[in-house]
């Protein structure tokens, strides 16, 4: 294990090799003890002051490696971390090459080190290790049995999590039924049809301009009418004078008969032009309709009508899901009454080895002098809970003086 420093206080830069077993740091005051253990609470995740920086320098870094091949950060069974810090505040923490948050630092490092000063008992007053504390002290017997009970409790929560994708849960199952089957309903009343957005747009656009057509349409009827007939009876009138201008007029006339068909045509477009009040209304509620589902289910009507051929699909498979669900229902309860039985002999353990833990502590705090204070392991059996380490919550608990009443050790 190897510790580098650069730019802390005092320290230009330092490197000190911790292998070997136990090491001590001595020395004269101001010589740099403090801020080396400074050093490794800063890569720790600990709290960093700008004031610690080396005069004249913007940054300070320290970088630690650790030989942990058990650790799956570890590369080649090691572990590089490191943590640089600028005067403006700015952090950059790593873990082998990985950027990570001073918070995940924190908590990656709380596996490896452990400071314990005057008032900082980290690992010991945190109540959530005590259990493996005690679990640690309790030997193989309970280890054994502990590694049986986690396997049962990996099967316990993947089948949990497969019954909450499945809908297990009968209220939050019937709740999704409910839900699918309203949206089903909402989308077949509507009884969409392909395009017909676009041909409802259409027809209000007629509507709101069917004015302007009506009255454009009439004129065009009438100059066809007019015009047409003017011009045939003005070639009529010297038609006998010359061949030409009879054949005009006999060119002019088929052309006027194609014209009519044109009017005919015409007289048509005009009645389509006549709308009244409540079409017009229809047609607006018909998109609002549109517009609405669009909203709430795709965003044309091909992809509504694929949403509702989904949701029958879902709907269908959570109806039809229940029987494997109560294959798994019945897993669980066979897997809970193994996990059970277990957790009640792990208890048993863990209240031998609590009292025993209990016994020897307190016999080495009358050898140091304590011998009032107290020491006690409370092991807790919860009944209607499973833990990862089973079913049982461990806390350490300390009397100082004779009357006193026993307090959490932290």
């Known amino acids: 294990n190897i510790l580098h420093i650069k730019n802390i206080g005092i320290i230009d830069e330092l490197t000190i090799n911790l292998n070997g077993g136990f090491n001590v740091l001595t020395g004269e005051t101001g010589a740099g003890k403090t801020l080396i253990i400074d050093s490794i609470g800063i890569i720790s995740g600990g709290r960093f002051s700008k004031e610690m920086i080396r005069k004249g320098e913007n940054?300070?870094?320290?970088?630690?490696?650790?030989y942990e091949p058990n650790s799956k950060e570890a590369i080649d069974g090691n572990i590089i971390v490191s943590r640089q810090i600028w005067a403006n505040g700015r952090n950059m923490?790593?873990?082998?090459?990985?950027?990570?948050?001073?918070?995940?630092?924190?908590?990656?490092?709380?596996?490896?080190?452990?400071?314990?000063g005057?008032?900082?008992?980290?690992?010991?007053l945190d109540s959530k290790k005590h259990l493996s504390y005690l679990d640690g002290f309790s030997g193989t017997k309970l280890s054994n049995l502990k590694?049986?009970?986690q396997k049962l409790y990996l099967e316990y929560t993947r089948i949990q999590k497969e019954l909450k994708a499945n809908f297990g849960d009968d209220k939050e199952r019937q709740r999704k039924i409910d839900l699918l089957q309203y949206q089903i309903k909402e989308i077949e009343e509507a009884n969409l049809k392909e395009n017909e957005e676009e041909e409802l747009e259409e027809q209000r656009n007629i509507i709101a301009n069917s004015a302007k057509i009506s009255e454009n349409l009439q004129k065009a009827n009438s100059l066809i009418e007019d015009g047409g007939s003017m011009a045939i009876r003005a070639l009529e009138k010297i038609e006998d004078i010359d061949k030409k201008y009879q054949e005009t007029s006999t060119n002019l006339k088929n052309l006027y008969y194609e014209l009519q068909e044109v009017a005919r045509?015409?007289?048509?477009?005009?009645?389509?032009?006549?709308f009244d009040e409540n079409e017009r209304n229809e047609i607006e509620e018909r998109l609002d309709l549109i517009r609405l589902l669009k909203r709430k289910y795709g965003n044309t009507i091909r992809?509504?009508?694929?949403?509702?051929?989904?949701?029958?699909?879902?709907?269908?498979?959570?109806?039809?899901?229940?029987?494997?669900?109560?294959?798994?229902k019945s897993k669980l309860k066979e897997i809970e009454t193994e996990m059970t039985e277990k957790a009640k002999e792990m208890h048993k353990i863990r209240k031998l080895s609590g009292n025993k833990l209990s016994l020897e502590i307190n016999n080495e705090l009358k050898e140091l002098e304590m011998k009032n204070a107290k020491i006690s392991v409370n092991v807790k059996y919860i009944e209607d809970e499973f833990f990862a380490t089973g079913k049982d919550i461990v806390k350490f608990y300390i009397a100082t003086n004779i009357g006193e009443e026993e307090k959490e050790l932290a």
Not at 59 to 66: A, G, K, L, N, R
Not at 94 to 114: A, C
Not at 118 to 124: P, R, W, Y
Not at 309 to 317: H, I, N, Q, S, V
């Open 265 to 274: 045509d015409i007289s048509g477009y005009k009645e389509d032009t006549y």
């Open 303 to 328: 992809e509504i009508l694929e949403y509702r051929e989904e949701t029958e699909k879902e709907l269908d498979r959570i109806e039809n899901v229940e029987e494997y669900n109560n294959k798994l």
């Open 59 to 66: 940054t300070s870094y320290i970088e630690i490696c650790m």
């Open 93 to 116: 923490c790593k873990i082998n090459g990985r950027m990570v948050t001073v918070n995940e630092l924190k908590e990656f490092m709380s596996e490896f080190i452990e400071i314990h």
């Open 147 to 149: 590694e049986k009970y």
């Open 118 to 124: 005057q008032n900082d008992t980290q690992g010991l």
